[in-house]
């Protein structure tokens, strides 16, 4: 639920439901504020991924402005490194969030939301959190030319 309306939920949701401690309740405001940040943050992802790979500076020109910035590391990939962080931190709460099953019930066990969750977007949202670019961080490119017309300078 993505809304701040006034409305009243369904009976479902209604009753206060029983569970442990560190469950999320799939209509509560921090839900809805996390899932639309959540939603930010790919948005962001992907404006800026294909941004980033399209006009990327080549490795030596990226090593001499963290030299004289004296940065170990630069913003964007500070930002990307948060950004991951945040996906894998919505993973977590998505294995304690509550959810309605077929029959309208609220499910707050902890082990039916973890089967429900890896049933349904857990796949994805690992793949996604995944952080293909620290991964090949360290990997140093090198540039095969054949004549000096493919690779000037």
Not at 59 to 81: A, F, H, M, S, W
Request: with cysteine; charged share 20%.
């Amino acid at each position: 639920m993505l809304t701040f309306g006034t409305e009243l939920p369904p009976e479902s949701k209604m009753q206060s439901p029983e569970g442990h401690r560190c469950i999320i309740l799939h209509y509560s405001p921090f839900k809805s504020v996390w899932d639309w940040f959540i939603l930010v943050l790919v948005i962001y992802t992907s404006i800026s991924t294909p941004y980033v790979a399209a006009f990327l500076l080549d490795n030596n020109q990226k090593r001499k402005l963290r030299q004289q910035y004296e940065l170990n590391i630069d913003p964007v990939t500070g930002i990307d490194i948060i950004i991951d962080i945040m996906f894998i931190i919505d993973i977590i709460i998505n294995f304690r969030t509550t959810y309605v099953n077929k029959n309208d019930e609220v499910v707050t066990h902890p082990g039916r939301i973890a089967v429900h969750y890896f049933k349904g977007w857990f796949l994805i949202d690992v793949v996604s959190a995944i952080p293909f670019d620290l991964l090949l961080w360290g990997a140093e490119t090198e540039e095969v030319c054949d004549s000096a017309f493919l690779c000037p300078g």
